[in-house]
């Protein structure tokens, strides 16, 4: 079965400015995560997604950072405007279903540099 | 709070030799323990989780409630094990919680 889909693979913004990632999950995945890594971190989540409603976005920075599933199917996530601490790897990650025994598909994920 | 320390950013070990890389975590219930890895150049993936009680590629994890612990263990490293390895903790309904990693570089 085809893995989870991100693009783009890398990106390279000036601060201030704005930026969008796409995730294509595993079909038949209901549940969607996008999680933030900074360098020398883990994964932190950001938002989770059950079908096309929001679980979680407690971690969030909504003052510029907005998602959405559309469909329940893919996902996009922006950083509007981007700031220097934005740069960091965004995991997106999919599961069958919110239960903890399921387990959780990564995607190669995407590289975001702010300068 | 929720939270999972791994206290080695990095473990350096002859092939052959046993590694330990350690995991304990902070929570209040019965969360799902789980090891992720991520090898050069691939995505992040499951390696093993506690409620599944088997071992992977050699490694095996014991949930210790006691010492609020998930250590990571193998008796006989190999090259092919050097990668990043993240322990994570998970309740139902919500999404990983991860540690900050612990390279592993297996030498010959």
């Known amino acids: 079965e085809a893995g989870v889909a991100q693009s783009p693979r890398y990106k390279i913004i000036e601060k201030r400015q704005s930026v969008a990632f796409w995730c294509n999950p595993i079909s038949g995945h209901a549940t969607l995560y996008w999680y933030q890594q900074i360098l020398g971190q883990g994964p932190k989540l950001l938002i989770q997604f059950q079908n096309n409603g929001v679980v979680d976005d407690s971690q969030l920075p909504k003052d510029r950072f907005s998602a959405e599933r559309l469909k329940g199917v893919d996902s996009t996530l922006k950083i509007q405007p981007a700031k220097l601490e934005d740069s960091a790897v965004y995991l997106c990650a999919s599961s069958l279903a919110q239960e903890a025994r399921e387990t959780q598909y990564f995607g190669p994920g995407t590289r975001l540099l702010v300068l | 709070a929720q939270r999972v320390t791994q206290p080695e950013k990095l473990l350096s070990v002859f092939k052959g030799a046993p590694v330990e890389l350690k995991c304990n975590y902070s929570?209040?219930?019965?969360?799902?323990l789980f090891w992720y890895v991520q090898y050069s150049r691939q995505r992040l993936q499951l390696l093993l989780r506690h409620i599944s009680r088997e071992s992977i590629k050699g490694f095996t994890a014991d949930l210790n409630k006691g010492e609020t612990s998930f250590h990571l263990k193998k008796p006989f490293a190999q090259e092919e094990d050097s990668a990043m390895y993240y322990c994570a903790l998970r309740q139902a309904g919500t999404a990983l919680i991860f540690g900050k990693g612990t390279t592993l570089s297996v030498s010959s």
């Open positions: 929570y209040s219930g019965s969360p799902e």
